[in-house]
């Protein structure tokens, strides 16, 4: 590997070769930032070992050209600030490692300035923060999680005290009319906090998928029997329709289950927010995709989503039911598809209904 | 001449069906001065169904195979149908790569197509279900107008009494 000191003729690199001899080299190298000495070009006159490991020999080439990637200087360049009123800038960037990966940092940078008062070079530190920016992301994800999630389990329960009180009523006047519609809505309650239980479960803790050879129809009426009377309740209907030719396919029966009951419930609940007064319906399909593939279809004709809703659909703890929805089933769905190698297209239209399809191979 | 619509798409799976909805895609094209839009849908992964699809490409890698199946496309759907562009306003072809359904509703939706012309037969018989179900989809959640054109393939003696 070549010096550091790309130029040695350069009236920058001779000083500096004076200051490294006296062994600040192997400290700037060892600090764990990027450590560099810019020129009026952009070029390194300097560089410490953290740059040459993370990008490579420096040596002939620009900062922007080095450190992201770029073949003219950046729009914003705080080494160009410097260079114009020669004070120190400090500011947020990205740049992209020699392996592709963009890294978030925070950029310092600082003039040399010569006898004549002029800014001779320009120094660059920049520290990766992408580390830090993504525990930040993660503590605000767990607040707003711990937020909905509290939320969302008070609710069940003041569900579950009310319902206990109508039963209690109803033994207490003999009225078993009053104590069933009571135990109805203990009974809707249990089946809610049971679901945020196990989406909870699933969603935080990495399970290993059990595959076994499955045929998809079975899981498809699996699905159709936990929800067929929560659905009739309501008023929807729950439609099937199964190409019985589908062969025995390998997957994780629980985790599909789960996946399609996800879907599921929210078709439902797609149907039961729709204003139109039509009868709310819910398509569940499985059906070969094309010869090397499979698919499970979830269909609603409820409100439909919006462009923004779509596009957030698989962040963590979105959700559009406001404080009957903790956004967590769609992310179980995802991790679900993603632990299958399938894929998931989503169609909708406001007024429409939505579709879901899950694509998986059929090897 | 009415120039109501401006961005025409016409999608192709390179069937005759598909060829015999092209000409009302042009016909339209030219009757309001629309600029059209070819495009393919490649059913990825899939390496059978697609008509692109070649087992030469298989032993590249996911991104080469796609840079080289779009390239053909291209290719294949100038081939297929420049002739028939004569007296049309402008057009661009496209390459994608997914879900039929989901990939002409983004297209469309990207860029401003007004109307969406689709063959609804397919080539073979197990593609047939499936271009059905495509036009089916693309009718119910597009936002822009959407023509199937199908061809009858009942023969005469059955139209005709004795």
Known sequence: ???????????????????????????????????????????????????????????????????????????????????????????????????????????????????????????????????????????????????????????????????????????????????????????????????????????????????????????????????????????????????????????????????????????????????????????????????????FEVEDNGKGMDDKTKQNLFREFFTTKGNSGTGLGLIVVDRIVRQHKGRIDVLSKIGVGSLFRVVLSLQ | MSRSLRNILFCSDFSDDADFAFSHAVYQCKSHGAHLHVMHVVLSPDADTDPLMDQRLEHLDEKSKRLKIEEKGLLALRLQYERGLQDVAGSQYAIRFGSPDVEIIKYARENEIDMIVLGVVGRVGSHRGRLLHTAANVSKYSDCQVVTIGRSRRKSEEIIPD
Request: contains cysteine.
């Open chain 1, 1 to 295: 590997m070549s010096s550091p000191l790309a130029q040695a003729a350069h009236p920058i690199s001779q000083n500096l070769d004076v200051l490294l001899e006296l062994s600040f080299k192997s400290v700037l190298d060892s600090l764990p930032c990027y450590v560099s000495i810019l020129d009026t070009g952009y070029q390194f006159i300097f560089s410490n070992q953290t740059i040459r490991n993370d990008f490579g020999e420096p040596a002939g080439r620009t900062c922007h050209g080095l450190l992201k990637g770029y073949a003219k200087p950046c729009t914003k360049c705080l080494v160009a600030d410097t260079y114009q009123d020669k004070q120190i800038h400090i500011g947020e960037g990205s740049l992209k490692l020699a392996t592709g990966e963009i890294n978030q940092i925070i950029i310092c940078t600082a003039p040399l300035i010569g006898i004549m008062g002029n800014v001779m070079a320009v120094i660059k530190i920049a520290i990766n923060i992408t580390k830090i920016k993504e525990a930040h992301k993660e503590l605000i994800i767990l607040g707003e999680s711990m937020a909905l999630l509290s939320h969302d389990i008070k609710n069940i329960l003041e569900g579950l005290q009310g319902g206990a009180y109508v039963v209690e009523e109803g033994i207490k006047d003999n009225d078993m009319t009053l104590a069933g519609k009571g135990w109805r809505i203990v009974k809707k309650n249990i089946f809610e906090i049971t679901r945020v239980a196990q989406n909870i479960l699933y969603s935080s803790k990495k399970r290993e998928p059990e595959m076994r050879m499955v045929n998809p129809a079975l899981v498809v009426r699996d699905v159709i029997g936990l929800f067929q009377e929560k659905a009739g309740s309501m008023g929807i209907q729950l439609v099937f329709e199964i190409n019985p030719k589908l062969p025995v396919v390998k997957m994780d029966q629980s985790g599909i289950v789960r996946m399609l009951g996800n879907l599921v419930w929210n078709a439902i609940e797609a149907c039961r927010k729709s204003d139109d007064n039509n009868t709310g319906m819910v398509y569940i399909r499985a059906d070969y995709f094309n010869k090397q593939q499979y698919m």
